[in-house]
Structure formats: structure tokens, C-alpha cells
């Protein structure tokens, strides 16, 4: 008997477990398919994106995190756990862990930024684990011992639009504790709220700050000393407690170039400046926009790159950031879009007009819909999507001429999925009961009440098991 024997497959490693490493797996496995072998180095079990944690203090959640052992279901990737601290590149070598050793024929760098505090004095919003902290700020507030909440941008942080969710859901969630004596302001660098999107996201943001009694202020805050938020050369601001967004600084890997800052030189299609078979995407880049939607465009032209080098493509489309942002606002959530050059600064095209430089809608701008808007992990994540979400890629929609004030049914909406998906759980129809869930998370920006995230978890295992007897 003869064996037929498989030519061996491009090894290619992909170090991370966030939005750009998991992008990544994906992508590899739509344009590259047979061709490669991957392995997804990752520190963590799951794929818990931040995103949505800003709605965890007010009431909100978002499903628990996605095992990678669905991502590797779905892709064929090999999963290990590890952390990437080094790259031995003349003999395409991986440092896992400083004792542990993984080769490749590639290697995908995805390990994002570390968060560090920027403001001294003030609670650094990272995430989950700051939630706690904020809500005990509200609790004060609401007993009437805080009535000056202040969030803070750093200096030097471009993503800014957390600061802006943080904001509003506090003000919308003191007026409903009645905790009305509190007044909530932002501090930015920014020339105009959300500058990124443009003069139209500046004016309705502005707008919708000034309706909902939150006060904007211009400065660069230094630190919270004496009931007070030092702004550098400025005004110091009165502040009974300070939430600030987390600075971000570059993991500084042994063997790999990096910046004064600690983030990795790339070329537009992701390859990491004088160093062959290594490629770089997301936060751990030196691309001044941190961002998940961006992670994960240059996880696509990284992705893209390699599938030309082994013949799976015929032209690899560079990384040309496109800026997509889905704001909460404790009601109907905004969808702003804007371009952006090389330089993570705002760019004039035909679809950005000159007078805008950005698009801002309570319509999708994007489908699906959500927080994270990466072309294969949006629908990856999208579970009531119909047919095989593997085979599909998210697609942008035109912007309606919607006014982003206008009163929309997305209330009515909201609480009809939500009675469906109740409906349907009473019926034991768990699947349905989460593709339900998924709709109503689409209408409020990809979280749900807290309550229903925990719901929408357990359905979803009940459903994979087929009964509630054996969940």
C-alpha cells in the first residue's frame, strides 16, 4: 500500500487573544483555508472583548466571553495557552512564557498594549474590574456625599469615545436615582467631542452633552489633588471623584524593533519594520487610534498579506483605517463612521464630505451591528445571524439622513425582542430564545440588561445541550 502523504501546511502562530489575534484566526481560515496551519498562542481561555464592560456599572451587560476552543471549532486553529515574551526571528522562534518555545513559519503579533494609570488620584476605567469602583461613585452620589463627577481624557489617548459613554450613562443613571444635585463634566484634549468623526459627530455630541446638563471642559488633566483635577497650565476643576480612560504603552518584546513607547514599527500591510515572517496588528502597533474595530482592520490586511505571499490571493489591499464607533448613551445607541490617513488623523474622501469629515446615524452604519466591527468577527460574534456566519463578512450601509436626536421606536423594539425571547424560553425553544436576545442586544448597542445577559448565557448552554434537564 502506498501513503498518500499531505504536503505540509504554513505554520503560522498567532500570539494574543484579543480582537486582532482573533480576527486574525478567522481570517486565515476564509482566505487561506488549507494552505496554512494556525496556531493561536493566547494567555486566557476565553475572548472577553472590553467594550461593552463600559455599560456594566449602570444596569447593562454583555454575554460572558467566547471559549477559543468555538473560535478554534470554527477555524481548525490549535489553541495554547502562554504569553508571548520574546521572538528569536533568525530561526523563527517564539518565547512563550520565558521558558517555553513555539516555531512557526509566521508569526502574527496580537498581543495588545498594557493599561497603566495616567491621572494620579482618579479611578483608571480599564474594564471590568473598575466597575466596582465606579459603582460604589454612584452609590455616593445618589446618598448625596459626590456631586461633582468628572471624566478625564488623557493626553496622548486618541480613542476617546469611552469617556463620552461614561459620561452620558452617569448622567442618565444619577437623574434616575434622583441624585439630581450631581453634575458630571468631561475633560478632553480634544478641539471638539469625538473629533476623530468629524464637525457633524462634534456639533450632535456637543448638542446632546448641553441637553443632558453634562458640562465640557478643554484641558489635559494631570493629576486629582485636594477635591481638585489639575489641567496642566489651566483652570483647576472642582471634583468630588475623577474616572479617567487608562494611557496605553507598547509590551517591549525581546528580539522584535519598537518605539520610544514600546509599540511595533509596520509597514501598511503589517509587516514589522527589518524583521522577516513577523507581522503586527492592533494595539501592540505603533498606530496612534487604539481601537478594536481598527485592531481588527489591520488583522485583515496583516491576514491578506500572508495569503498573497502563498498564493491564496492575488493583491493584498493595505491597511486603510476606516473609524467606526457605536456609542451608548443609555438609550438609542449613535453609529458614527469617518475615515482616517495614515496617521490616525481624520481624512477628506467622497464618502466623508468636506463639511462633515464623518457620518453620524441612529441607523446601523455597519451589519451586524454591534461594538465590534471587524469583517469576520462581527458576524462571527452576531449569532442570530441565519446561514454558516463563517462564510459571511460584515458590510457597511449607506447613513440615512436620520437626525441623531430624533425620537425612534428602538424602546417599543427593544422590549418586543425581549418578550420574544421570553416567549420562547417559556416554549423551551432556547435557540430562538438567544437569536431573540441577540436582536435586542443589536438595538441597544450589543448589551442587554444585566439580567438578560445572564439569561441569554444560560439559554445559549441549555440550548447547546438540547434540554434544560441536562443543563
Not at 499531505?6 to 486565515?28: D, S, T, W
Not at 498562542?41 to 451587560?61: H, K, M, N, S, T
Not at 495588545?112 to 480599564?126: E, I, Q, S
Request: glycine share 10%; net charge neutral; aromatic share 4%.
Amino acid at each position: 500500500m502506498t501513503r498518500l502523504m499531505k504536503p505540509n501546511r504554513h505554520h503560522v502562530l498567532v500570539a494574543g487573544g484579543g480582537v486582532a489575534a482573533i480576527e486574525a484566526a478567522l481570517a486565515l481560515h476564509h482566505l487561506a483555508g488549507r494552505l496554512v496551519k494556525v496556531t493561536v498562542l493566547a494567555p486566557e481561555r476565553d475572548f472577553a472583548p472590553r467594550a461593552p464592560a463600559v455599560a456594566a456599572p449602570f444596569g447593562f451587560g454583555a454575554s460572558a466571553g467566547i471559549p477559543l476552543t468555538a473560535i478554534a471549532q470554527r477555524t481548525g486553529a490549535a489553541i495554547r495557552r502562554g504569553a508571548l515574551t520574546g521572538v528569536k526571528h533568525e530561526s523563527r522562534v517564539a518565547l512563550v512564557d520565558d521558558s517555553g518555545a513555539l516555531s512557526y513559519d509566521t508569526l502574527v503579533v496580537a498581543v495588545g498594549a498594557r493599561a497603566r494609570a495616567a491621572v494620579p488620584g482618579a479611578l483608571t476605567f480599564t474594564g471590568r474590574e473598575a466597575v466596582a469602583g465606579l459603582e460604589r461613585m454612584l452609590d455616593s452620589a445618589q446618598r448625596g456625599e459626590l456631586q461633582r463627577l468628572v471624566v478625564a481624557v488623557p493626553a496622548g489617548v486618541a480613542w476617546t469615545l469611552p469617556a463620552y459613554e461614561l459620561a452620558i450613562m452617569a448622567a442618565v443613571e444619577l437623574r434616575d436615582r434622583g441624585a439630581k444635585d450631581t453634575r458630571v463634566t468631561i475633560v478632553t484634549p480634544e478641539p471638539a467631542p469625538l473629533a476623530l468623526f468629524g464637525d457633524a459627530a462634534g456639533t450632535a455630541i456637543a448638542r446632546m452633552l448641553e441637553d443632558r446638563g453634562i458640562g465640557l471642559r478643554t484641558g489635559r488633566p494631570h493629576e486629582v489633588r485636594d477635591g481638585q483635577l489639575l489641567l496642566g497650565d489651566a483652570e483647576p476643576l472642582a471634583a468630588d471623584a475623577v474616572v479617567a480612560l487608562p494611557a496605553l504603552e507598547g509590551r517591549r518584546l525581546g528580539g522584535l524593533p519598537f518605539d520610544s513607547e514600546g509599540f511595533l514599527p509596520v509597514d501598511r500591510h503589517g509587516r514589522v519594520e527589518g524583521v522577516s515572517r513577523v507581522y503586527a496588528a492592533g494595539d501592540a502597533t505603533a498606530f496612534p487610534v487604539k481601537q478594536g474595530g481598527l485592531a481588527a482592520q489591520q488583522a485583515d490586511a496583516t491576514v491578506e498579506a500572508i495569503a498573497a505571499d502563498l498564493g491564496a490571493l492575488q493583491h493584498a489591499t493595505p491597511f486603510e483605517p476606516v473609524l467606526r464607533g457605536l456609542l451608548l448613551t443609555g438609550g438609542a445607541p449613535l453609529y458614527l463612521r469617518a475615515e482616517l490617513n495614515a496617521d490616525g488623523e481624520p481624512a477628506r474622501s467622497a464618502a466623508c464630505t468636506p463639511e462633515t469629515g464623518g457620518e453620524i446615524s441612529q441607523r446601523a452604519l455597519w451589519w451586524p451591528p454591534g461594538k465590534l466591527a471587524g469583517r469576520y468577527l462581527a458576524p462571527f460574534m452576531a449569532t442570530a445571524r441565519p446561514s454558516s456566519p463563517a462564510r459571511e463578512t460584515m458590510i457597511d450601509r449607506v447613513a440615512r439622513s436620520v437626525p441623531p436626536t430624533a425620537t425612534v421606536d428602538r424602546d417599543e423594539a427593544l422590549g418586543l425582542a425581549l418578550a420574544v425571547a421570553e416567549q420562547d424560553a417559556r416554549l423551551g425553544d432556547y435557540r430562538q430564545a438567544v437569536h431573540a436576545l441577540d436582536a435586542a442586544a443589536a438595538l441597544s448597542g450589543g448589551v442587554l440588561p444585566s439580567e438578560y445577559a445572564a439569561r441569554r448565557d444560560a439559554w445559549a448552554r441549555i440550548g447547546t445541550h438540547g434540554s434544560a434537564d441536562n443543563y
